[in-house]
């Protein structure tokens, strides 16, 4: 039937389920009026959309001259945003693409509400790009299509055209991911629908699935492969992104680590955003016995060593910075610990890396309010991470009559606010009308990682220790046919 | 007619043994439907491997191909231009957008492929046994026809009884309509 998994092992479904009760207790989101919470939350978030979109209209009605971005200073809030929506989307695939190849059953209970949540980050990641140009209207033109300019074709050898492609292609294919694995899901709620008008949607949303073994094994198919497909997709479109920067001659841009340091950076990040929005979710909707304190636990472990790999990236660019004897590169991270923004690299340096080293301790990894504060935490130093490596090296470059300082306009506060607004109100769309907990996969794993299957295991280890195989147990690890009698 | 024997089990180990019973027993089935994919069922089943990950390859090659095939032409050949000295045909400078074409080709066909072989469409109305297939029970269909006898009726139920099955039900789709 399955490996052993021994009862010491955290289960990962607590209480007494059975296939029955997990479809009840995870579809139930989905039935009724939705709660005061919900329509509290969704004012709040859709009001800042909106002003988002207000903001956005502002922008492009006036120029970009109602940003206070500067000829120093050409980048600030708009790529900021773009690299932290972009790095907190990369927690999703991680979750449900390298967990699956690394056989993690812990990914089930997080997976869905992890890739919805990379979806709305990379919508509002995509915005950027878009309003950030003088002309959005003119933004057809970063597409190769063909045109009577030549045909004038885009720079392919430039990192910003590598970007279209790179969250183009990571917007699509997580979409894809994320999709695949929903059809089961929604195949079970049209069948346990009692309306027909509600039947008749989810029954399209499922595009007709019931569950045959055929179908199940190209489905699982499907999701290897995409896995696999998935996992250097999200390397690679980070480390695009931070070819954005790396390729370019600027003092604290141009360096070799900028790579796996966004990377590492992105899932930090990332999973932070998981934590926060899984600890209310789980609240909310009374999940608790799915997202358990393991989960939790074990991605206060992912955040804990992805925070370290930050830390030391950290002190690698200050170390490289020095050795390299480039007096430029040097005044970069002068400016940065003792220049003018120094608070702007105090605020990153004590959520970055002081924050996720509590996690060394296992009480605190498992302390819920803890890990709701770090996670918050860490999202904010990691936007102030993005803030400080582009505004710092911008403002005080080669030469000092160029420097200048930069604080954001209103707009560009407003569209930031707005674009967490425009994420809140998709995740509670979401939350309200698709399942946020993969129901097929948690059952899959009920057998081997359930609370009763510890139980069950524990007491057919004691069975043989005290008396062999006679009491029906087994060697760990073997295989064995179910008996009929 | 579209009639069938659905035997209901509530466990997939079950389900499993009872599989081998059944077609022990003589029986062809039909179709067996689970609410999440059952390790042991495909091979129990005698289905063989899905080809989808072909399909994946033969996507992802025909993005690789198209990235840098356009690239390099419109680069060399439908208007060069001089970026920072560089050089025309700079072929590092083109893996970044070859990978992410592959990846996004090699995805889309594979899900595609997979909507269509196994039937998925926006306006499907599929035949469901048992509508908490998809929730708890795992159903295992027989056809049968109208050369179906008694006994054969009999004999399937009482194949389904000894390997543990919850519930028996006859469906009948032409009926139905």
Redesign the interface.
Known sequence: ??SYESPIREPLILGDK???QI?TDIVRSTQGFPPMAWVIAISIAGSLAAFYFFCVAWTVYYGIGVWNLNKTVGWAYDITNFVWWVGIGHAGTLISAVLLLFRQKWRTGINRAAEAMTIFAVICAAQFPGIHMGRPWMAFFIF?YPNSR????P?????L??DV??I??YF??SL??WY?GL??DF??I???SKGKFRKAIY??LS????????????????SL??AG?ST??VL?VHT?VS?DFATSVIPGWHTTIFPPYFVAGAIFSGFAMVLTLMLITRKVLKLEDYITIAHIEAMNKIILLTGSIVGIAYITELWTAWYSGFIYEWFAFYNRALGPMAWAYYIMMTCNVISPQFFWIKKLRRNLYLTFFLSITVNIGMWFERFVIIVTSLYRDYIPSSWADYYPSWVEVGIYVGTIGLFFTLFLLFARAFPVIAI??V??IL?SSGAAARVKQKAKDDAMAKGGYAEGGDLAGAHH??K?D | MDKYVVGLYDDEEVLLSAIKKVKQAGFHIHEVVTPFPVHGLDDALGHKQSRLHTVGFVGGATGFTIAISFMIWAATSSYPTNYGGKPYLSLPSYIPITFELTVLFAAISMVVAFFIRCGLSISASPKIYDERTTDYLFGMAIKVTEDTTPEDYSRINDTFTKTGVAEIKVRDFDEEK
């Not at chain 1, 007709?208 to 198919?221: C, D, P, T, Y």
């Open positions: 039937m399955g059975d296939y029955k479809t190769p030549g045909p004038l074709w720079n392919f050898q430039s990192p055209m590598w492609f790179a183009s292609t699509t294919v894809l991911f695949s059809l089961p195949g079970t049209r069948d346990r029954n399209a595009f007709g699935w019931r569950g045959e073994a055929k179908h199940w094994q190209r489905f699982e198919s499907l492969v995409l497909l250097p997709l690679s695009i070819f097929a996969e059952k899959s057998k046919d179910v009929i």
